[in-house]
Nanobody
């Protein structure tokens, strides 16, 4: 089992940047496929980005491709999401998620993930 804690959210102007972090407990972090999701008020939780166990493969939602970058450090049990060129429509609570899986897999559906953090708020003002 793994416990996840997000940090790094905040208020930023459109065009600005933020860096979100997800700290994981346990000694088997490299066994987990990781992902970032977000949920805006009144909307369903949606996939943002995913990363394979090694970090060698990544996958992004079209809405964030070219602006956001997902990464992980298995030695430090952390995952990050660099958010650049932020837009008001990026405003949401951002969640990190984890599931066990095969080495090069990435998942993008909420129902595919077993473990979730509590979320961190990102607000982008226009």
């Amino acid at each position: 089992q793994v416990q996840l804690v997000e940090s790094g959210g905040g208020l930023v102007q459109a065009g600005g940047s933020l860096r979100l972090s997800c700290a994981a407990s346990g000694r088997t972090f490299s066994s987990y496929i990781m992902g970032w999701f977000r949920q805006a008020p009144g909307k369903e939780r949606e996939f943002v980005a995913g990363i394979s166990r090694s970090g060698g493969s990544t996958y992004y939602a079209d809405s964030v491709k070219g602006r956001f970058t997902i990464s992980r450090d298995n030695a430090e049990n952390t995952m990050s999401l660099q958010l650049n060129s932020l837009k008001p429509e990026d405003t949401a609570v951002y969640y990190c998620a984890a599931r066990m899986g095969h080495y090069n897999e990435i998942y993008y559906r909420t129902e595919d993930y077993n473990y979730w953090g509590q979320g961190t708020q990102v607000t982008v003002s226009s």
